[in-house]
């Protein structure tokens, strides 16, 4: 019976993006200033997280306790929201499109482990989070995915696999359960 080997795990060619002292600066700077609690001015978040290489446009609403793991690896159009708690895990690369929430508690994961290998190393993917998006709260966005075009993930669904363009998406994992209509009553 073949058996996991944690020990036998190694980083392999994964690549953080940046060198130590930016690595080791990033995470003093986020966990003091950007992540923080108590510093409610968003001028100074977004002025740092371009400070540390993340390509973001104007109108960035960041709320606190925002984690972003390697703000190098990240890129944010106009008009983006940041809800409290929210978690852009970026191993991988994360593009968010203009005009996007990202709610409260939500989890942009890039990163996971091939659990088929003894040593579970690292199966990292870009995540793409295209113009008009909602991601609702404690939703997690999986490795890879595309979440396309004005679609939206419901509170707590789990988003595994690419979304259609105005698609409503809900659940673990989460399904098409309808389309949405702009500028029209429901």
């Known amino acids: 019976m073949n058996r996991i080997n944690l020990q036998a795990f190694t980083a392999g060619d994964f690549d953080k993006g940046a060198g130590k002292l930016k690595i080791t600066a990033w995470y003093f700077v986020n966990a003091l200033l950007v992540r923080a609690s108590w510093n409610p001015f968003m001028g100074i ?4 997280l371009r400070t540390f290489g993340a390509k973001i446009g104007k109108g960035l609403i960041i709320k606190n306790n925002v984690i972003i793991k390697f703000p190098w690896k990240l890129t944010i159009g106009d008009n983006v929201w940041l809800g409290e708690n929210s978690w852009i895990d970026n191993l991988d690369y994360v593009t968010i499109g203009s005009n996007v929430c990202i709610s409260q508690g939500a989890l942009l ?25 909602w991601v609702g709260a404690e939703v997690v966005v999986c490795p890879g995915v595309t979440m396309h075009i004005n679609s939206i993930a419901t509170v707590g669904s789990v988003i595994t696999k690419n979304t259609e363009v105005d698609g409503i998406y809900q659940g673990n994992p989460a399904v098409l359960v309808r389309k949405r209509r702009i500028g029209i009553t429901v």
């Not at 978040?45 to 740092?48: D, G, I, N, R, S």
């Not at 579970?120 to 295209?130: D, G, H, K, L, T």
């Open 109 to 133: 994961l890039t990163g996971n482990h091939d659990y088929s290998v003894p040593s579970m190393p690292y199966r990292n993917a870009p995540i793409v989070i295209e113009e008009g998006v």
């Open 45 to 48: 978040k977004v002025a740092l």
